[in-house]
């Protein structure tokens, strides 16, 4: 038996027969590695599949009023998709680019209830946060924000916050990060999805650490060719959530295992 962690108290309230194991944090360069390998297995798919997503989540984000609910709503719909061509790619097959479109077909409402539960938390944080903001500047004990920031000065002692701010973000964030996937591939509600997400994100920050930096240097370097290297870079960076996520939860696909 390992030792007790805190952070598998979580299990008791998972109903789930998968388990998220915990792996080195060298494993970030390793997942950016195997994404690059699926993409070279379906080029034309991926760059296709990418370029329909960026669009889609664009046009959607520019609608009046609606767009930035309706790109939350959507997103995890085209990712479970998105998630499921990566696992037919790592099984061999060359996904048709409909498949992005295939939560619209499957478990369509837990998808958009994880975007639903995303945007609920995200605005649910930034209301507690302008408040806590508030309540310390009224009390004293941090300066009030200027309504008009020239200099960074103005807000350069405020850095504790917004570490505390990054940090509730990335609690929010890891409840979202594996949720696309299990619900698609795992078929797990999207409260479930979401519970398992955060259990197997913590016990995985640092290799997720190390591939976020990775990737996001490799993304700026490919964006020096007049962005060519994006039609690389964006897809293995789509890919890359499959790869983790299929390490983590040890899919079949990945460990050479039968179905």
Known sequence: MSEHNPMIDLDAVIDSAIEPRSVATAQGWAW????????????????G??????????????????????STLLGPVL??????????????EQPPIATLFAGFQSYTIDLIKVGAYYMLGTITLMFLLSAAIDGLALIGVIEALPKEISQF????????????????????????FYAPALVMLNQMSATDAMK?????FWRNWSPILLMSLLGGLLLLLL?????????IGLP???????????DVFSNPAVTGEQA
Do not use: E, K, N
């Open 196 to 200: 398992m997400s955060f259990l197997a």
């Open 236 to 246: 293995v960076a789509l890919i890359s959530s499959y790869v983790c996520y299929a």
């Open 49 to 70: 599949m990418t370029g329909l997503f960026i669009v889609i989540m664009l046009v959607s984000s520019l609608i009046p009023f609606v767009g930035g609910f309706l």
């Open 79 to 92: 990712l479970g998709g998105l998630m499921l061509a990566a696992q037919r790619t790592d099984l061999g």
């Open 223 to 231: 964006m020096l060719p007049f962005f060519l290297g994006l039609l």
């Open 32 to 47: 950016i590695v195997q994404s690059f390998r699926l993409f070279r297995q379906a080029p034309t798919a991926w760059v």
């Open 153 to 176: 000065s103005q807000i350069s002692h405020l850095w504790p916050l917004g570490l505390l701010m990054l940090g509730c973000f990335a609690v929010v964030y890891s409840a979202y």
